[in-house]
């Protein structure tokens, strides 16, 4: 058995969203081999549920964020990291 198939599909959800929160605060989570595993495997559950992961509202939706901007409103409140 896998170990994602071990949880129910709303903990890895969860989990993604608590961390995905962070990536400002935490600039490391997005070199963390974790956090790309688990941003794969849902993105990959997702699209086999017919959702649109380039679609940022989509994508958003599915993963159960009620609070999440359009892209229009995201693009222009963007910031580069360094």
């Known amino acids: 058995m896998r170990l994602a198939d071990s949880y129910p599909l709303a903990e890895w959800k969860l989990l993604y969203r608590v961390l995905h929160s962070q ?4 600039m490391d ?20 549920e017919g959702v649109d992961v380039g679609d ?3 994508w958003d939706a599915w993963l159960g964020n009620t609070d999440a901007p359009s892209c229009s409103i995201r693009n222009t409140q963007r910031e580069t990291w360094n």
């Open 23 to 26: 990536l400002r605060n935490q």
């Open 29 to 48: 989570l997005m070199d963390a081999a974790f956090f790309l595993d688990l941003q794969t495997h849902l993105q990959k559950t997702a699209q086999n």
């Open 56 to 58: 940022h509202g989509a």
